[in-house]
Structure formats: structure tokens, C-alpha cells
């Protein structure tokens, strides 16, 4: 995925390379494959090796565990509750509109959702095959992460032990932090931009 990126990109530049859960570990396998590329790294509620314990119980995963496809919004709604995902349905409606698409049977299901990916379709990856890439990079890496997210405080201290230019900013958010805290991410992103180490 990341060379397929990288081959689109053919000029040198000075970026901050930015992503969020998969994207953020799209962002380091770019980062370490075209180094020329970026200044910097920010990851948002991700790491290459999370604790299970935190993913069992993390919302998102339930509500990703559901049904492969649901009769209406309304239904997926009531499961995103059920889940944890919240009780605000005009709060959570936009995001799982966003996350959704309607097949041609009419009925609802999420774009990424793995369950709808045959089995010998399925990409075949270990996130913690990253490690040697992620300790590998030389520019700063910034973490940012919601308090009820998909990471632990061990997974933080993990990255902070292991990556070596590493900072990190705990938001009250949950793992789309970019949902729950838009302009504390954007300002976040911000200043390290403009002061990475």
C-alpha cells in the first residue's frame, strides 16, 4: 500500500505526514519507504502493537463485530448504541454515514468493514511487522491519542521506549480523535509543524 502511495509521489518535499488508525500505519511504512518525504510523522490512535485486553473492550470494535449489513440507519444506529459508540444519534449518525455505503440490495454496510471482504481477498498483514520501520526513523514522531481510545498506557510507554524522537498528547476523545476534538488535533498538528522536535 505505502509503495503505491510513494510511487505517486515524485518530487522531494518537506512534509508532515499525517494518519489515523489504519492510515497511521500507512503513514510510518511511507514514511520509512520514502524518507526524503516527510520531516516529521503524526499517528492518531494507533500503534503497531495495541493491547488486546484494550481492543476487546474498545467500542468501535464491537460495533465493527455487528451485523455484516443492516436494513437502514436506523438499525445501524440502535447497534452503534448498543455498542458503546454513544447516545447522541444526531452526533453519531454523520460518522457512520460517512463510514457506510447502500449496496444495490439496498441495504447498509461500512466501506471498510473486514466482514464483507471474502477471506481470500483479505490482506494479510501484522501491524507489528512496522516495529523495525517505526524504530528506524530519525525525524520526530508525534502521537496523539483519545483517553478512551484504542491505546493503553502501556502501548504509549512501548512507543516512547522504542521510538526515538517520540512525543505524545493525550485528548479527551475517543479513537476518531479527529471527530471528537477537531480543532485540539488541528492545533496539535499545528505547532509540531511549525516546532517538531
Given at each position: 500500500?505505502?509503495?503505491?502511495i510513494?510511487?505517486?509521489?515524485?518530487?522531494?518535499?518537506?512534509?508532515?505526514?499525517?494518519g489515523?488508525?489504519?492510515?497511521?500505519?500507512?503513514?510510518?511504512?511511507?514514511?520509512?519507504?520514502?524518507?526524503?518525504?516527510?520531516?516529521?510523522?503524526?499517528?492518531?490512535?494507533?500503534?503497531?502493537?495495541?493491547d488486546?485486553?484494550r481492543?476487546?473492550?474498545?467500542?468501535?470494535?464491537?460495533?465493527?463485530?455487528?451485523?455484516?449489513?443492516?436494513t437502514?440507519?436506523?438499525?445501524?444506529?440502535?447497534?452503534?448504541?448498543?455498542?458503546?459508540?454513544?447516545k447522541?444519534?444526531?452526533?453519531?449518525?454523520?460518522g457512520?454515514?460517512?463510514?457506510?455505503?447502500?449496496?444495490?440490495d439496498?441495504?447498509?454496510?461500512?466501506?471498510?468493514?473486514?466482514?464483507?471482504?471474502?477471506?481470500?481477498?483479505?490482506?494479510?498483514?501484522?501491524?507489528?511487522?512496522?516495529?523495525?520501520?517505526?524504530?528506524?526513523?530519525?525525524?520526530?514522531?508525534?502521537?496523539?491519542?483519545?483517553?478512551?481510545?484504542t491505546?493503553?498506557?502501556?502501548?504509549?510507554?512501548?512507543?516512547?521506549?522504542?521510538?526515538r524522537?517520540?512525543?505524545?498528547?493525550?485528548?479527551?476523545?475517543?479513537?476518531?480523535?479527529?471527530?471528537?476534538?477537531?480543532?485540539?488535533?488541528a492545533?496539535?498538528?499545528?505547532?509540531?509543524?511549525?516546532?517538531?522536535?
Open positions: 500500500m505505502a509503495h503505491a510513494s510511487s505517486a509521489l515524485d518530487v522531494t518535499s518537506n512534509l508532515v505526514v499525517v489515523h488508525s489504519l492510515g497511521g500505519l500507512t503513514a510510518i511504512a511511507l514514511s520509512a519507504l520514502r524518507r526524503e518525504l516527510a520531516k516529521a510523522l503524526v499517528i492518531i490512535d494507533t500503534a503497531p502493537e495495541r488486546p485486553q481492543l476487546r473492550n474498545n467500542p468501535a470494535r464491537a460495533l465493527l463485530a455487528g451485523p455484516g449489513s443492516y437502514d440507519y436506523e438499525e445501524l444506529l440502535e447497534h452503534a448504541i448498543r455498542s458503546g459508540m454513544g447522541d444519534r444526531e452526533t453519531l449518525l454523520p457512520l454515514q460517512r463510514n457506510t455505503r447502500q449496496r444495490p439496498g441495504r447498509i454496510e461500512f466501506k471498510h468493514h473486514l466482514a464483507s471482504i471474502s477471506p481470500e481477498r483479505r490482506l494479510q498483514f501484522d501491524p507489528r511487522d512496522l516495529w523495525p520501520d517505526l524504530e528506524s526513523l530519525e525525524m520526530p514522531v508525534l502521537l496523539v491519542y483519545g483517553d478512551t481510545g491505546l493503553a498506557e502501556k502501548d504509549i510507554h512501548r512507543l516512547s521506549s522504542r521510538v524522537r517520540f512525543s505524545s498528547l493525550r485528548l479527551p476523545a475517543g479513537h476518531n480523535v479527529h471527530r471528537d476534538q477537531p480543532a485540539a488535533l492545533r496539535a498538528i499545528a505547532a509540531f509543524t511549525d516546532n517538531p522536535d
